[in-house]
């Protein structure tokens, strides 16, 4: 058993001793290449033990064990970071406390390994807690900026929240079960639902998972962060943002067994993925729009939690990590690709041709409508597959329309995004597929039905979606402009602790 814990433990470890020794190196370039090759070594061990699992099975000890589940977020984290911290490398040079930025770096990502690969719920919250900590340190990591305090206290403020609930959920399982090993605590929890303990464990899970994947009613803390340098942006999607879900994946049985939770996560998850969907719309700061696009892709992601695809709300933790990552990692380049795309010359196409386009489209719409039924007629035709099914669709739809858009002319752009959407739509599936392949029986499988309400919320989205194409009716303008502004300041706080005036001239709008 010890070579098992030691084996599972052993990348987190590493993260953690490379950023100790990254802090107290004399010398920044020192400091930088001992995070780096602990990086390194980590992510390469990660992967081998990864294999070991997908091939050989479970590595199982007392304190920490490494399932498939762990194993794709190990795989998440142990990448996501390697690649932020290398690009760090250049985006941090000349910082003065550089030093100290590639230690909390490290603290963090070790903190999510080490929560990630836990069997035991003492160290899944220390590794829960530890991951918030590292993060408010690099959110003030700008200490001269009054904006950067005010933003670490308010995120330290709003992840506390969850952390105590986590913490607590731990402390009352050990009481009420007399161990504190997740799988053991899991199976004990499932088989006596309903007990005043196990629901008071569950609610506070849940609160945990909502406060870290900044869901409403404690989403107003992941726009704040945006004052942190930008690779703090990028490393937050290596399992820190998206912690949430693998919480809830962990712990499934539990929730799956108290269908008043199930449907209260899939509630708080569509609000938020609509709420943040449509901060992120009115945003003219690029990172402000990224971190708001977090916000509603993490309320997906519940939502599909919600709906009993755990699954699928892990294939999305994974794939929103890398490209939004990315999208972090490369928002420096988009102001410079919007102007030149505002400064191209719209392309027209005269003649027989200027018929294609209206064809293309029609044709893209049916084929949105048709892909997923031929692909996975098993899984669309469930309750919770129409339900994802119909979010697949109005976002295909969407993709289309905004393509036909393209300051290049309709026939130009339409075409290569035809080719994208359906591209994107095979992916999808097919990678939500293969996460349940590669998954197993770590999380429960997809439930049958659901209730007949959870229909409402795709036609709410797709009301969202027509009047963003057609525009509001006359008489709602005065709502729709007050909404407007709303939206574009929230979670906008003054720097220097002072009342936000700006709220009270809202009646003036």
């Keep these: 058993m010890l070579g098992q814990d030691v084996l599972a433990a052993l990348p987190g470890v590493i993260l953690l001793a490379g950023a100790l020794l990254a802090g107290l190196s004399r010398r920044p370039a020192r400091a930088v290449g001992r995070s780096l090759a602990a990086q390194r070594t980590a992510c390469a061990l990660t992967a081998a033990l990864a294999l070991i699992v997908f ?10 064990a490494l399932d498939r589940l762990a194993a794709v977020v ?17 985006y941090m040079d000349g910082d003065a406390a550089i030093r100290r930025f590639f230690r909390d770096m490290g603290l963090m990502a070790g903190a999510i390994l080490t929560m990630v690969t836990a069997a035991n719920a003492l160290v899944f919250a220390a590794g829960w807690v530890g991951s918030s900590l590292a993060l408010a340190s690099l959110v003030a990591h700008r200490r001269t900026w009054p904006a950067a305090r005010a933003a670490a ?23 009420a079960f007399g161990t504190a090993d997740i799988a053991t605590m899991a199976a004990e929890a499932t088989a006596r639902a309903g007990e005043p303990a196990v629901l008071a464990i569950s609610a506070l899970l849940v609160v945990a998972a909502l406060a870290k994947s900044a869901q409403l009613p404690l989403a107003g803390w992941l726009p704040e962060t945006m004052t942190a340098p930008t690779p703090v942006s990028g490393l937050m999607h290596a399992g820190f943002v998206n912690a949430g879900g693998y919480l809830l994946a962990r712990f499934a049985d539990l929730f799956v067994a108290q269908p008043v939770l199930m449907g209260a996560l899939f509630v708080i998850g569509a ?57 972090f990692l490369g928002a420096g380049s988009v102001v410079q690709e919007v102007r030149d795309l505002d ?13 294609l386009p209206a064809v293309g489209f029609g044709a893209a719409a049916l084929a949105v409508v048709a892909l997923p039924v031929l692909v996975a007629p098993a899984t669309v035709l469930s309750g919770p597959g129409l339900v994802l099914a119909s979010f697949a669709l109005l976002a295909s739809l969407h993709a289309l329309v905004v393509w036909t858009r393209h300051p290049r002319g309709l026939a130009v752009a339409l075409w290569p995004g035809v080719l994208a959407v359906a591209v994107g739509l095979l992916v999808y599936l097919g990678g939500t597929g293969g ?3 590669l998954l197993g029986a770590t999380v429960p499988p997809l439930p049958a039905t659901v209730p007949v309400v959870y229909v409402a919320v795709p036609l709410v989205f797709a009301a969202a979606l027509i009047l963003s194409w057609t525009g509001v ?16 300041f929230a979670g906008y706080r003054p720097a220097g602790g002072g009342h936000d005036t700006f709220s009270h001239r809202l009646d003036a709008v």
Excluded: E
């Design 55 to 64: 091939f050989g099975g479970r590595i199982d000890g007392v304190l920490f």
């Design 74 to 90: 190990a795989l998440l984290t142990a990448g996501i970071s390697l690649a932020v911290q290398s690009y760090a490398r250049r």
């Design 153 to 175: 206290r308010r995120t330290a403020l709003f992840l506390g929240v969850g952390d105590a609930a986590l913490v607590l959920a731990a402390l009352v399982a050990v009481a």
């Design 271 to 327: 609000a938020t993925a609509l709420a943040g969907s449509l901060a992120m719309l009115v945003q003219s700061d690029v990172k402000r729009a990224l971190g708001w696009s977090t916000v509603g892709q993490m309320g997906f992601m519940v939502m599909q939690c919600g709906l009993g695809a755990f699954a699928a709300a892990i294939y999305h933790l994974v794939a929103h990590g890398i490209f939004k990552a990315t999208l």
């Design 343 to 355: 400064n191209a010359p719209a392309a027209r196409v005269k003649g027989p041709l200027g018929v």
């Design 435 to 437: 996460m349940v392949l």
């Design 473 to 488: 009716p006359r008489p709602f303008r005065g709502l729709r402009d007050r909404l407007y502004v709303r939206l574009l």
